[in-house]
Nanobody
């Protein structure tokens, strides 16, 4: 029902910053939103989530470095990443969870983040 498109990925040096954005084709106000990532040879893992009521959750590996936010008026979600480390290298995916439609999940196509010197 909703389409998601990530942007903002790229190459950054260790210690640098990057901001990812997720644009949705319809209102996300009723959705629980989140960012996930998948590195080569590894399973997709949760990075951060923000519920429809504003509750925040972060993976321990990114606490204090990443900040998730949502702008319901613009149908967007962002992930501000600071003090990036090589282990942050992965494809980052935007996720929307609709609790009113059998808890269906929607995913973006992913955006590559590479942290290297």
């Amino acid at each position: 029902q909703v389409q998601l498109v990530e942007s903002g990925g790229g190459l950054v040096q260790p210690g640098g910053s990057l901001r990812l954005s997720c644009a949705a084709t319809r209102s996300i106000a009723s959705y629980n939103m989140g960012w996930y990532r998948q590195a080569p040879g590894k399973r997709r893992e949760l990075v951060a989530t923000v519920s429809r009521t504003g509750y925040l959750n972060y993976a321990d590996s990114v606490k204090g470095r990443f900040t998730i936010s949502r702008d319901n008026a613009k149908n967007t979600m962002s992930l501000q990443m600071s003090n990036l480390k090589p282990e942050d290298t992965a494809v980052y995916y935007c996720n929307a969870d609709d609790p009113f439609t059998a808890d269906i999940d929607y995913w973006g196509q992913g955006t590559q983040v590479t942290v290297s010197s």
